[in-house]
């Protein structure tokens, strides 16, 4: 074969040509590859990541653990092995019902609230309609238990009015709870968005969408934050009644929490009282006014708190002090100056009334 020096320019710029076709082939085989490793990785990349999902990691049930092969099992919470039989440390808990927990069963009533006949459809073997065959009786019954589709209902309350015999006129007293306004929620909605709000702690946003999606009624944040004045007054009588039987306690324990208020965050405390029956929470300051509004000022037996200096204000003069256990544990790991007399506290009122 002749060199390219020895070769004609035709023949030369032939050679080139068939190279470049040669290269250019190469290179969309090479394209073609790099494509089809890009696949295969990602399909090896979403293969090894369902391989790695189980009931605990994700929304699988616990029966799909084992139902595909090379599926990785769920790594065993601390101290035991998930569904592992009977004690022998903890973590170890059989699936469903726990030894102990109060269980629920539906019991079969006597007295449905709905009856439904279902009858056999279809062709029978011989070849005539079912639907013509002759009734035997009931072969077997299921109840369900369901709850009815949330709806709206309107009641229109018509006040009349009546003439006596000596010409005066009287007309019927507005029923309790309802609203002056010719329009307005009534008591069970109001008692609805008060359960989502206080019971539930939904944000008022959150009732709004809840209450617009399951009772298909839209109302306005302003008249759900009005409901928190109405459910406190509604209320108030036995918050007086829950304070009093506190403050008239023996012993009493008291905390203060720091907690974000309103749009701007501003920083506020939750005060507590609380004793084996009763608990009493109000949404003060770290300062004389919220803690003589709240209990301290009428507390005549033992206060259980931590050292707060409010605590030994001398307003605050009519009961005895009791260190909180959980602080009083804290001397012997951070013993300062200050905390160095708290045992004391401990045993010997640090001021009687």
Request: proline share 7%.
């Amino acid at each position: 074969m002749p060199t390219p020096e020895e070769m004609p320019l035709e023949g030369l710029i032939a050679l080139v040509r068939a190279q470049a076709e040669l290269i250019a082939e190469l290179r969309a085989t090479v394209a073609v590859q790099a494509r089809e490793i890009a696949e295969l990785t990602a399909k090896v990349a979403d293969l090894e990541r369902k391989a790695s999902r189980n009931s605990r990691n994700s929304s699988l049930s616990p029966s799909s653990d084992g139902a595909i092969p090379g599926r990785e099992p769920p790594e065993p919470p601390a101290g035991g092995t998930p569904g592992a039989a009977g004690g022998g440390g903890v973590g170890k808990k059989k699936r469903g019902k726990q030894p102990g927990a109060d269980g629920l069963t539906l019991a079969w009533r006597e007295d449905p609230d709905r009856v439904e006949a279902h009858f056999p459809t279809g062709v029978c073997g011989c070849g005539a309609a079912l639907a013509g065959a002759t009734p035997v009786g009931i072969a077997r019954s299921h109840q369900s238990h369901d709850v009815e589709p949330a709806r709206s209902t309107v009641t229109r309350h018509d006040l009349h009015q009546v003439v006596c015999g000596c010409g005066r006129r009287h007309v019927a007293v507005r029923p309790e709870g309802l609203s002056g306004a010719p329009v307005s929620y009534g008591p069970e909605l109001r008692a609805l968005a008060l359960y989502f709000l206080v019971r539930q702690h939904l944000p008022v946003e959150r009732t709004r969408e809840a209450i617009a999606e399951l009772c298909g009624m839209a109302v306005s944040t302003g008249w759900l934050h009005s409901l928190l004045v109405l459910g406190a007054d509604a209320v108030e009588e036995a918050v007086d009644a829950i304070e009093q039987r506190i403050a008239a306690e023996k012993v009493v324990g008291f905390d203060e929490t720091p907690l974000k208020v309103g749009a701007k965050g501003e920083k506020r405390y939750v005060l507590s009282a609380s004793t084996l029956l009763f608990s009493l929470f109000m949404l003060g300051r770290r300062d004389k006014a919220s803690f003589r509004l709240f209990l301290l000022g009428r507390m005549l037996g033992v206060v259980v708190h931590d050292r707060y200096a409010l605590y030994d204000a001398e307003e605050f003069a009519g009961f005895l002090h009791q260190l909180c256990v959980s602080h009083y544990a804290e001397i012997w790991v951070m013993p300062t100056a200050r905390q160095m007399c708290w045992p004391v506290g401990m045993t010997v009122p640090a001021r009687a009334a």
